[in-house]
Structures are given as C-alpha cells and as structure tokens.
C-alpha cells in the first residue's frame, strides 16, 4: 500500500458523502506543529498521526485502507 493507492480510497469515499475532492490532504511528511500526517508501516499498518513539538498527541491504527479514508475524510469534514 502507498500513499497513491490511499489517496483512491479517500476520494472514493468523498464521493460517496457527496463532497468530492481534488487533491489528498494528508501526506506522509512529519510536521511537528500538530498537522496529521499519515505513516504506512511494511507490516501494512495504517496510521494517521499528529505530534506537537515532538511529542505525539494522535494516532489512529488500522489496517484498513476504507477505515483509514474515512477517519482522514472525517478529520477535514468535522461540523
């Protein structure tokens, strides 16, 4: 799995809500500010994490490409 293949499973997804996007809004760049970024491990582990000056304040893990989409699409789409 690579960061393209997942960009497929989130766009497909926001489709499906009706709200499409154009271009991915994660990537796999550490930010040490707090953004998301997502870490996809050999094993096939999943991974959205954030960290506020070096220290790790979010990681969501699944091995689900459909759950990791939704969990992104749900973090850009928060009311």
Do not use: H
């Amino acid at each position: 799995m690579d960061l393209e293949q997942l960009a497929d499973y989130f766009f497909k997804y926001a489709r499906e809500q009706g709200n499409p996007y154009e271009k991915f809004p994660l990537g796999t760049e550490v930010d040490e500010f707090g953004a998301p970024y997502i870490e996809i491990s050999e094993a096939g582990k999943l991974s959205i994490v954030a960290k506020d000056r070096g220290e790790e304040c979010l990681r969501k893990e699944t091995t689900s490409p459909e759950v990791l989409a939704k969990w992104v699409y749900e973090i850009f789409n928060r009311e």
